[in-house]
């Protein structure tokens, strides 16, 4: 097929309507819609594991009065979380079903619970002067683990969110995004066969936690809105007590 808008006018399709289109395969070929409409190979699970180990890691590396129990506890269960899920899908995210779209949000979950008790702890222990950070470098390190963490664990968020997650991109059904990239805009500046990856979606999460707001992906839906405000406003606190703490230590 031609791939012209119907009337006998022969006019390119703009990728405004792509998702209209999609529905519609008596109108238009696969080959005439952007890459991310299109059905994909799924992405693979390294950077992924990567992402999670190094978070379960930090979490490890945090005081134990800022966790949740024992500090072991939640990053084992990311890890064995972890492990289960590489299980299911070793190299590529190929299959899918509830049980394991269920333990890849637990994981997430877990991540950002941990995350957010050690947040809550450090900000207390800075408001009430404790001795544990009287010190720059503990100061420094401790902040800089929870900043980093907090992108890890909302760059998974945004990735397993997005249009339904991995899956679903991946077989071209999600067809109304919620995160908008500048590709997605303007396709012409991209190849024809380009999707949002996991480290697109990390970028994303280092960009909004470190500028606390959107830069050039814009959030569509209230979810990921909300999302967004949330890890702002996370980085705001946990950032700007940190560098106000420092100030006034190093000026002592």
């Given at each position: 097929?031609?791939?012209?808008?119907?009337?006998?006018?022969?006019?390119?399709?703009?990728?405004?309507?792509?998702?209209?289109?999609?529905?519609?395969?008596?109108?238009?070929?696969?080959?005439?819609?952007?890459?991310?409409?299109?059905?994909?190979?799924?992405?693979?699970?390294?950077?992924?594991?990567?992402?999670?180990?190094?978070?379960?890691?930090?979490?490890?590396?945090?005081?134990?009065?800022?966790?949740?129990?024992?500090?072991?506890?939640?990053?084992?269960?990311?890890?064995?979380?972890?492990?289960?899920?590489?299980?299911?899908?070793?190299?590529?995210?190929?299959?899918?079903?509830?049980?394991?779209?269920?333990?890849?949000?637990?994981?997430?979950?877990?991540?950002?619970?941990?995350?957010?008790?050690?947040?809550?702890?450090?900000?207390?222990?800075?408001?009430?002067?404790?001795?544990s950070t009287s010190h720059a470098s503990t100061l420094l390190r401790v902040g800089a683990e929870i900043y980093l963490t907090n992108i890890i664990a909302f760059g998974l968020w945004y990735w397993e969110l997005d249009r339904g997650g991995p899956?679903?991109?991946?077989?071209?059904?999600?067809?109304?995004?919620d995160l908008l990239f500048p590709q997605m805009a303007m396709p012409e500046l991209a190849r024809l066969d380009w999707h949002p990856r996991f480290v697109d979606y990390l970028y994303v999460s280092f960009t909004n936690a470190t500028a606390f707001?959107?830069?050039?992906?814009?959030?569509?839906?209230?979810?990921?809105?909300?999302?967004?405000?949330?890890?702002?406003?996370?980085?705001?606190?946990?950032?700007?007590?940190?560098?106000?703490?420092?100030?006034?230590?190093?000026?002592?």
């Amino acid at each position: 097929m031609s791939g012209d808008v119907p009337g006998g006018h022969n006019t390119p399709i703009n990728h405004g309507v792509a998702a209209f289109l999609r529905g519609a395969h008596h109108l238009v070929d696969d080959a005439q819609l952007p890459g991310w409409l299109r059905p994909h190979q799924g992405e693979h699970r390294f950077p992924v594991m990567v992402a999670v180990a190094l978070a379960a890691v930090l979490q490890l590396a945090l005081p134990e009065r800022l966790s949740l129990g024992p500090r072991w506890i939640l990053p084992s269960l990311e890890l064995a979380l972890l492990v289960a899920l590489t299980v299911a899908n070793p190299l590529r995210l190929v299959r899918h079903s509830r049980p394991v779209r269920a333990m890849a949000l637990v994981l997430v979950a877990a991540i950002t619970l941990g995350n957010a008790i050690s947040a809550i702890a450090f900000i207390v222990d800075i408001l009430n002067g404790n001795k544990s950070t009287s010190h720059a470098s503990t100061l420094l390190r401790v902040g800089a683990e929870i900043y980093l963490t907090n992108i890890i664990a909302f760059g998974l968020w945004y990735w397993e969110l997005d249009r339904g997650g991995p899956f679903l991109r991946s077989t071209g059904a999600a067809t109304h995004p919620d995160l908008l990239f500048p590709q997605m805009a303007m396709p012409e500046l991209a190849r024809l066969d380009w999707h949002p990856r996991f480290v697109d979606y990390l970028y994303v999460s280092f960009t909004n936690a470190t500028a606390f707001s959107p830069t050039d992906t814009l959030p569509l839906s209230r979810w990921a809105k909300l999302l967004m405000a949330l890890q702002s406003a996370v980085s705001l606190a946990v950032v700007g007590l940190v560098i106000a703490r420092a100030v006034n230590i190093l000026g002592t």
